[in-house]
């Protein structure tokens, strides 16, 4: 695949989804010299720009997953494709340049620096990719703007609530246009109404760029959202 | 991530977390304020002794008499002058001439009758020598001023005293300032004629200042003159007859030298040729020698008092940062998780030790500067109590730079194992559990 490209020959950064497949994912994780199987030979399709719910159980597998498929760890055995890349083998660099042109990240624990502001955080996304900062900046708060907290871009995260921080960090998520965008447990730490707000963001910003969604939850209200509902038990797809 | 957005990511981290950096910097501050200070007050201190070593002349100073030199001259630091020979200007050109030296400064004593001013219990007048140097150049001469300032080169109206002059005066040595400012009529002799045995002086007077109170070893005398002073009064000398053995008439051009070797380790060299020529001559070569010596030990002792305190200082440091390695291990998940590499990661936390260093330096050097010149104001109450020269606090560039730039790269020597811990730290630390 390759990028859309300017009258000028210059590519262009990314829109829409992408297609992600897995196949025989195995991951397991040694602590003091036992090994412990995460995931099971895996399989997995998700359709380019689709919104795919991934419950589970804990200890399930449903993190880790989501750590593979966002180039967090290094795949062990078997292949992911994400649109026309492949996982398998990148590391290091290679692996960092990965996530931070194809993906964004959506943490419980929202992830940010508790000494820079919202506008600062969401800025942090960019300065990795060596963006001037006049650009970055006014994208940065463009991005608050759009997720409704323009008004609060000086703030710390320590000064926000719950649902504005975890809006932050879909700004922050959003920063470098990414085409599959990764959410762990988003709602996990937020009340009922906070939580209503950033389901209706995600959604909304995945409608609108059509970038892939998948969202690691045990929250039943929320995988209901998704296109495609997945069960994750002992590293294992199981019936929903 | 470019320098200087790592830069600025750094120092956003450092300033906006300083209450955590706090205790890092206070340890790295004191660290650089007691290396500053101890190489300062070392600096000084080395420089003060050796110069009291030399009276205050160049270190490198020789001095020479007008007097043959004894057998086992070049044994002893001091005069071993066997009789009277001229130094005249020819022996003193050759001297000039020899290898190593750098400078040649003539004495001229001469001996004179002084009318100080009135005082309680001292004498109406006083038989005393003046001491004639080149004024032009006192760096080359072993004179110390302890109070007010040297004549003008030239002036004969100006004369400076020493502590002797006091005491002959009885008056207060703490208090040489008390005589600066009043006047001394000088009177050199002449013996013009001789009657029935008996000889006859004049005097050419001289009425002058006292502007100065010194210590000096040029010459035997308890005035310091310009040279051109003395000189005037031997002239006025040899316009008398003299008297044999109780007044002759002088002959030697000058009563001494004070001759400057090109380095330290030439003085020996240039003294034993002197001394080959004839002349006695005296330099404190083994006394410097020793006193080199015992200041090694001291600056031994002192380097490794500040050696253990950098060491606790970078152990705060290392402590310090591999601390918040430890409680920021999520947010170095979430740097590599939004596309950070190792690299940027270990050049965000070297950057934020060195901002610690450089902090940490910056407000340790001012300490330092600040404890030196502390140490410098007591150190000079006390010199100035025992008539000595006070000491003159100044800090090199080269500490300053030690103080900032060495904690700057202290912190950052410390701070790599903790960076590199964190750059190796696996981007799903950003996730957590299973």
Known sequence: ?240 | MRWRDAFTLALESVTRRFGRTALTVLAVMLASALLVALATIVITANSRVIRQVSKGGPITGIRVLAAQAQPGQLESDDFRPGRPVDLTIPAVEEIRSLPDVAEVAPVLVADTLAVPPETPDGPERIFERMVGVDLRRPENLPVTVLAGRLPAPGLSSEVAVTLGYLDRLHLDADRPDAVIGAFVDLASPQVYRQVNGEIDYRGRWVHAQIVGVVAQDAGAGQFLVPIEQTQADREWALRGIGDGDRQPLPTSEFTGLVVVASSLDRVGPVRAAITALGFATSAPEQLISNVQRYLRVVDIVLGAIALIALVIASLGIANAMLAAVRERRREIGVLKAIGARDRDVLRAFLLESAFVGAIGGVLGTALGTAVAGSVGLVVNAYLTQQGLEGVRIIVPWAVLLAGVGGATLLAIAAGTAPALRAARLPAREAVGGA
Request: with cysteine; charged share 25%; proline share 3%.
């Open chain 1, 1 to 240: 695949m390759s990028l859309p490209s300017t009258s000028s020959g210059v590519a262009v950064a990314p829109t829409g989804g992408v297609a992600v497949e897995g196949f025989g994912v195995r991951h397991a994780y040694t602590t003091g010299g036992e090994q412990t199987e995460v995931l099971d030979a895996l399989d997995l399709e998700v359709a380019a720009g689709g919104h795919v719910a991934i419950t589970g159980p804990s200890g399930a597998g449903k993190s880790t997953l989501l750590s593979l498929l966002g180039g967090l760890e290094p795949l062990q055995a078997g292949s992911i494709r994400v649109g026309e890349r492949d996982l398998a083998g990148l590391g290091g660099d290679a692996l960092a340049a990965y996530r931070r042109e194809t993906v964004g990240f959506v943490f419980q624990h929202y992830g940010l620096v508790e000494v820079l502001s919202a506008l600062e955080n969401v800025e942090l996304a960019l300065t990795l990719t060596g963006r001037d900062r006049a650009s970055r900046r006014a994208w940065a708060r463009e991005l608050l703007e759009q997720v409704g907290l323009g008004h609060r871009a000086s703030h710390r995260p320590a000064a926000l609530s719950g649902g504005e921080r975890q809006r932050v960090a879909i700004a922050r998520a959003l920063a470098n246009r990414p085409r599959l965008l990764l959410a762990d447990e988003p709602t996990g730490n937020l009340d009922e109404e906070a939580a209503q707000h950033v389901l209706d963001l995600l959604e909304a910003l995945r409608a609108e760029r059509g970038c892939t969604l998948l969202v690691v939850t045990h929250n039943r209200r929320v995988a209901e959202r998704a296109n495609e509902l997945r069960r994750l038990v002992g590293g294992r797809w199981v019936e929903p």
